[in-house]
């Protein structure tokens, strides 16, 4: 299969190029009976919608969601469901001067050079723009593991550059449109963002998510690891450059007696794997975290080359985000519960005969 | 598919337990006319075979690959390739009395759950004894992309708890039994794994893996990204927690005039992307990080649970390795090569009418 | 992957049920640079179109594709490819009678029975509306086979319930409206179906299928086999019953010495084979003929249950063919177009460095 | 994936020549506890084996298999199953004389053209000596079939050359060396082999195989359909040149008021679909009949042509069938089976929570 779907037996197959007609994709394998309106993903994208607060790009986009099939008298059938947001605010002009221009840190190289030409209007399809067509899916995923498991799936930014969120506090969250979960840094925050875009450059993000409610037993070991399908995922993101599952670097420094989780008839006494064990979820929350880049759209000078070989100066000036790291928040719980309803499917395939939901020994 | 293939046009499928019969992959989708003998992995398996020195488990292996299939008169025949490994020094009765045992921070209680059952010898198939089978298909991978691109891949033990490498001398990494390229710092190695051994304890370690000469273009956007694959294939190795292309976490704190790679005709200027720019492969070496969590098994005593849901105390004796980040280089560089080698058919298939391994635009 | 894709390196995904908003589909992995607009597809569809002829159901769709994504300046990026149709004339309430209906020879059980529910309009998903994506994404395939190995695909009617054609003159083909390649017994085939519609009944037929200039080598045993897949791919083509590769059931009474291809230097002797050996295209035509069922949608009426597990007679009334068989030749044609399209390009990614186009050892 | 696995959630994968050390597959997604041994594979296994009966070849294989992997006390883990057949009777000298020659209507053209070379003893991974693996997997779903679901499968051979079976006595078929039906038939097969044999041609035979007690639901339309993925299956059993479900190629000719089989709450009247509907199984018996062609192993001679692109004339004289249809019975048994249980398990991932073995609307 090629690159453009995940998973395997919740598969989310996408299209569509930042400034082309429309972006899409088709869910497949959704169970049916599933209650489903627009409105149950219009949420997600609203979060991840441009244009938002002024700590994001200024491009406008209403992101409204058409369902075009695979529900039916407002539910699921089991059949494919086709998604569709038309592109309203292109302004493809903005962009024509960088036709033959490789912006530094972007894919304007790499793409030219795998597939002999590109869509250079906003990135083309390398743009995150397609990322809302995973909100969308993520969404209906969120969904069904709410309704059906009980699965709450949150992320939040946990660090903008030198900031870091000291206190997790979940009701913060939703109460900044930094995604930050600790209300003591959202001076700072505000502050630095301010100088930031005054200096024209943007800055890095760590931002992390939280699954509860996971049953034990998701994960295929052993190379469709549960860790292992998640960090495809998370890595699949534009600009992340780094996946953590439970303490993830913390790990190199820590001894074997720190680090294992023990475990009793009452649960277990500390969450260090992030709830996941040889693979396999643990019944503890799902924990991980994500290294964003700081985007390479920058007011700042910087030397590159053009098509023709020459050297090449790069200004960027159209509208973009000073720190990604925000609005991948609502994409990364996406991702994530598209991998967790992928797995969840895919145990119940091979061990129906085991009641997968409830676990066999089970934790008081 | 299931969970214990890896890759999509040059798959990777293994089976076997710890202490069952043997071990053995399948690799479906090799290239024909690839001169390939037993000896070509061999080298591979014995630099991750077990009781090689003091520091590693002293379980003694000889890890004999035999070829069974896909190979005439010395080359690969483009038919799929069997290998078996038997296993020889297996001990079951090592672990009878952890049959109903859960030992905290392994996968006895996650499989117990999810299969209802599990191979409670060694690990079963959760064990890192199946890597052995990543090493032979890494090798095939690693051979054919150095004879065909003139891709190098080598792995190296970057930190190994509070002892991380200062300098990266390639040509150290095979001369010592830490495969740590920085050769000031190996009496604190072993002084540190001394005392190590005599705590009964283990610890965690970092590992670094790097690949040059991979032809620019490889990576399939936007879910299949080659540095989504990379993330899979490497958290998917047993005690994985974290994975970093480049720079890694230290992205957060970066600025965008910092992070993105200057480029001209002469070249790149640096490398902060670990060689790979909106999931496809710059050209540039690919860079990666990978963070093991110590293991486990430790004598240390620790609380747990039993099957039939009592409390337990764990104590292990076995034979283990105090830090699996050491084995785990060679298994490491195999699954870097898997995913690369899988990449390069993946990109021919959609590609051949772009001269997939010659840049356009070139760079001087 | 779940069911509504097909291929592995040229993978096409459709949505869409007959009275739904629209029906789409998803090309990943055309080769970049093949010039694309929508006429190219639209000849193919207006092939298929309903409402065309007398012998077609009289539901009208102007079947206008559009492409969404993945074509820039007119030619193919590389990046994934989205088309879209709109339903424009669905008239549900010509189905609101059979809401709970189970119609015999259709699907409306076996859906019901599977989901739990089913979208009954038009028979929602199982309907054969959902083909005209699979003849979009076919042409596509057919123009890249046409335009880089000259392959050329032409599909025919070679039986209509008794009336078979006795020769093939493939100018015939588009002369007629039911793509029938025998002159002479057109007048029969227009007076069998004057009285098939005056009896309100259907028939049966026989549609094959050749592709000449396809290259040598293309299939991968052993169980994706050209033949297997091309199998799979007309098979699923909705009303099939069977189908045939080259002689197909003939062979059940030949002998080995009648029916061998003898080859010389000079080329094949004969192609009882239907073009693949071993699996593998041999370089010959490919040849496949299928049976298509009569439609069950008459309105002879029959005896059925409904959703309560009654007895309830059927009676259908809506627009449908009255045979189905004519319609499909342009579907088998694509189906057949979108399986040498996927097994060209994997076989590319396996074997680039033979020469894949050109046979090793040629004949003359 | 390449081409040597079958199936998503069971999925199959086997490697392995003709002549070479071992043939051997991996199972992966079976399942956990179910009890399986070696035993449990022989008795199909021997059914398939050469040498068994002067009709066959005279080839002696015990193709004993044993499982290496996936099995623990007696019951299946879930996890990869290995097995192994090493072959003993190999007799290579007896190909060397064709090692450069073309076979007509074997595989030996093609393997050269596609892969520049090939392992020419005993076809090497074209032979159906593979085959081997497949009744050894399929054994494993057949025996999960039957104990969940009391599925039965059976094949037979329903004709060779002009003698057809008039009537089907399923006890019958284990009585005879022909896997025949009918017994008033038998002696007229021994007459007509006994001629064949002593002309040196071989003749082409019609395998039918039938599943009762398939629960109502299984298949994943679009593109995966049962019937569509059984075509796939049987047609890649090698030989076969035909796959017809239900009334197969007779549909041609059938009117719509005979075809569609008429239901009602005591059930449906008749099974000329062969239990499959919209490509989903109805709860009838599944019927499925495949076309195989006479081997082109015959010591009549015949033009051929070589490596070198010179005329030479091919006589075989190693030991072959004179029918390949009767060894194929037990193969068409195993494919069936290996098809239905990945469809049992795609369909528990998507609709568990519709009950998927008892049909929602019952029949009587």
Known sequence: MSGNSIGQNFVVTTFGESHGVAIGCIIDGCPPGVELTEADMQHDLD????????????RREPDEVRILSGVFEGQTTGTSIGLLIENTDQRSKDYSNIKDLFRPGHADYTYQQKYGQRDYRGGGRSSARETAMRVAAGAVAKKYLKQVHGVEIHAYLSQLGPIAAETVDFEQIEQ??????????????????RELKKSG???????????????????????????????????????????????????????????????????????HAGGILGGISSGQPIVAHIAMKPTSSISVPGESMNAQGEVAEVVTKGRHDPCVGIRAVPIAEAMLAIVLMDHLLRHRAQNMDVNSSTPIIGMR
């Not at 979060?47 to 200024?58: D, E, L, Q």
């Not at 900044?176 to 003591?184: E, G, M, V």
């Open 47 to 58: 979060r991840r919608r441009p244009g938002t607060s002024r700590y994001t790009t200024a």
């Open 201 to 271: 450059d943007s800055i890095g993000a760590k931002v992390s998510v939280v699954a509860t409610g996971v049953p034990v037993g998701l994960g295929e070991p052993v190379f469709d690891r549960l860790d292992a399908d998640i960090a495809h995922a998370l890595m699949g993101i534009n600009a992340v450059k780094g996946v953590e599952i439970g303490d993830g670097f913390e790990v190199v420094n820590q001894k074997g007696s720190e680090h294992r989780d023990l475990m009793s008839p009452e649960g277990f006494a500390s969450n």
């Open 176 to 193: 900044n449109p930094f995604f930050f979960p600790d209300a003591s840094k959202l001076d700072s925050l505000d502050d630095y963002m």
